[in-house]
């Protein structure tokens, strides 16, 4: 499983954020070439994250270019960011498997020999996208995410964000459904005012009860509040490891089933326990065994 709790976006025009984008240690960066970046400005941005990719460290982050749709600038943005080693290619506006598929042979075409395979993030974020979402989610080995881009999809259905998130409640699911199904992550859309802590932290616990694994970030002082609701807590890993310690107790006595605290453990509860482990493995919140 790869570690995507929060996803910053660089906008691609900017060399001050572009530089700066590695000391926040997200778990991956978007170098943003499309609604961060006027037209004017494109060819110009271009060049500038093909180069940031080139010389920049980003740390442990996951180096993703978000290009243009295929119809604009995407191809264009493919043939100069690809044989710069990006990690992955954020696709906006997927509407299809075809369009995944399209971008995965120019990605094919463009990428050097022997350089690691660029996976693709598909951003949904129009109607048909998200009746399609299995179909996106399915459509090529390089797929590695969908994610939610709720502006452009609630602009598109013609409705309004509200703090409540009613108006996307169908598309959040519809994604998190359709990455599990495929067995790839979801990452839900971005909290847009970066003054409300309060608010990024519900909409976050929100995305995370439906079964998010990570949430878009525009500012770099969202990725703390992210954080915190994404990394397992104290009390999740005592219980995970409760369960861990029962189940293997119970296979040692012949059973299949445990108890805990008088509630039934057997193999769903034992996976998502397991699910909370592997994370704080990875972020070191215990030891190799899960202790
Ligand atoms: C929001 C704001 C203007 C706030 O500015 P503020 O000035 O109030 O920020 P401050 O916190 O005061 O900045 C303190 C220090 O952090 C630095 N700093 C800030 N942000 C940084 C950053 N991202 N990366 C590195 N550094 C950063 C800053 O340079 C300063 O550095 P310094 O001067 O050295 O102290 C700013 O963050 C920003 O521009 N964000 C990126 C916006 C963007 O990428 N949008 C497009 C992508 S979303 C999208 O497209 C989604 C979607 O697809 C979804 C859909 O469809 O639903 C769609 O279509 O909408
Ligand atoms: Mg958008």
Redesign the pocket.
């Known amino acids: 499983m790869d570690l995507r709790r929060s996803m910053?976006?660089?906008?691609g025009n900017?060399p001050?954020?572009?530089q700066?984008?590695g000391v926040?240690e997200a778990d991956a960066v978007?170098l943003?070439l499309?609604?961060?970046v006027a037209p004017r400005e494109k060819d110009a941005a271009r060049l500038l994250v093909a180069q940031a990719l080139q010389s920049v460290d980003y740390g442990r982050s996951e180096k993703v270019v978000?290009i243009n749709t295929l119809d604009t600038y995407g191809k264009q943005d493919i043939k100069a960011v690809v044989p710069c080693s990006p990690d992955g290619i954020l696709l906006?506006k997927v509407q299809s498997a075809a369009d995944v598929q399209q971008a995965a042979a120019l990605i094919d075409a463009a990428e050097r020999p022997g350089q690691k395979k660029v996976r693709i993030f598909a951003?949904i974020?129009t109607p048909g996208g998200v009746e399609q979402a299995y179909g996106i989610a399915t459509a090529d080995p390089r797929m590695a995410a969908l994610v939610?881009?709720?502006?452009?999809?609630?602009a598109a259905i013609g409705s309004q964000r509200t703090p409540a998130g009613t108006e996307i409640l169908h598309a959040r699911s519809s994604l998190v459904n359709a990455a599990a199904a495929a067995g790839i992550q979801a990452v839900d859309?971005?909290f847009?005012d970066?003054?409300d802590d309060a608010g990024l932290a519900n909409d976050t616990r929100f995305a995370k009860s439906l079964g998010f694994k990570g949430k878009?970030?525009?500012?770099?002082?969202q990725l703390e509040v992210i954080y915190s609701v994404f990394n397992p807590e104290a009390a999740e890993i005592d219980w995970a490891q409760q369960v861990v310690a029962a189940i293997r107790q119970a296979e040692a006595e012949g059973s299949g089933v445990a108890s805990l605290h008088g509630k039934m453990v057997d193999a769903p509860i034992v996976n998502r326990a397991e699910r909370i482990l592997f994370l704080a493995r990875l972020l070191g919140l215990v030891g190799g065994d899960g202790q």
């Open positions: 910053l976006f660089l906008p900017n001050g954020m572009l700066n984008g926040f978007i943003d499309e609604d961060a978000r906006p951003l974020e939610l881009g709720a502006e452009d999809y609630t859309t971005p847009t970066v003054n878009l970030s525009i500012n770099p002082r």
